[in-house]
């Protein structure tokens, strides 16, 4: 068997005192849980590296994976980023004051504005995509790359049931 975590001691304990239930769920869901505390400190840390706020780079990651001129709808932009309308307005306010972004009338639809991302907003989230990508390496180094890409079929495979039900 391999090393115990916490997660076996939290389990044990909880078996000793609860006999009468399946801990199962707990041997995966509790590590997933304490693993996304460390991610979530990786990407402050690696987002606050490029003074940007995760919401921040949100926005402007949906911006450069869009591709040049990094442009995109704020409905685009709400779609990929899951917030409702009044905070996507809020943050594409924030962006632009901060010179991340500015907004431009649609040259295909005259009532239509776009959101497009400055040349100091491209500057900084490829700079904490590439810090976010060194971190998250780091937090699997202890993974063969098999191991790795095992691990991801199966979170995907997990993933896609909540996808599915819009959760």
């Given at each position: 068997?391999?090393?115990?975590?916490?997660?076996?001691?939290?389990?044990?304990?909880?078996?000793?005192?609860?006999?009468?239930?399946?801990?199962?769920?707990?041997?995966?869901?509790?590590?997933?849980?304490?693993?996304?505390?460390?991610?979530?400190?990786?990407?402050?840390?690696?987002?606050?590296?490029?003074?940007?706020?995760?919401?921040?780079?949100?926005?402007?990651?949906?911006?450069?994976?869009?591709?040049?001129?990094?442009?995109?709808?704020?409905?685009?932009?709400?779609?990929?980023?899951?917030?409702?309308?009044?905070?996507m307005t809020n943050r594409i306010d924030r962006l632009v004051e901060r010179g991340l972004v500015s907004r431009q009338t649609?040259?295909?639809?005259?009532?239509?504005?776009?959101?497009?991302?400055?040349?100091?907003?491209?500057?900084?989230?490829?700079?904490?995509?590439?810090?976010?990508?060194?971190?998250?390496?780091?937090?699997?180094?202890?993974?063969?790359?098999?191991?790795?890409?095992?691990?991801?079929?199966?979170?995907?495979?997990?993933?896609?049931?909540?996808?599915?039900?819009?959760?």
């Amino acid at each position: 068997m391999a090393e115990a975590d916490e997660v076996d001691r939290i389990v044990d304990d909880w078996e000793r005192e609860r006999p009468d239930l399946d801990f199962a769920p707990l041997q995966v869901l509790s590590r997933v849980a304490r693993l996304s505390k460390h991610l979530d400190r990786a990407r402050r840390t690696a987002f606050a590296r490029s003074e940007l706020e995760s919401w921040e780079f949100d926005v402007l990651s949906a911006l450069r994976r869009a591709g040049e001129p990094y442009r995109l709808s704020p409905k685009a932009l709400l779609q990929q980023t899951l917030v409702s309308s009044g905070t996507m307005t809020n943050r594409i306010d924030r962006l632009v004051e901060r010179g991340l972004v500015s907004r431009q009338t649609d040259p295909n639809d005259g009532r239509g504005i776009l959101v497009v991302m400055s040349t100091a907003g491209l500057n900084r989230v490829d700079a904490a995509i590439t810090r976010l990508v060194d971190a998250e390496a780091e937090l699997l180094g202890s993974l063969p790359a098999a191991e790795r890409n095992r691990l991801a079929n199966l979170l995907r495979k997990l993933s896609l049931g909540f996808d599915e039900l819009g959760t």
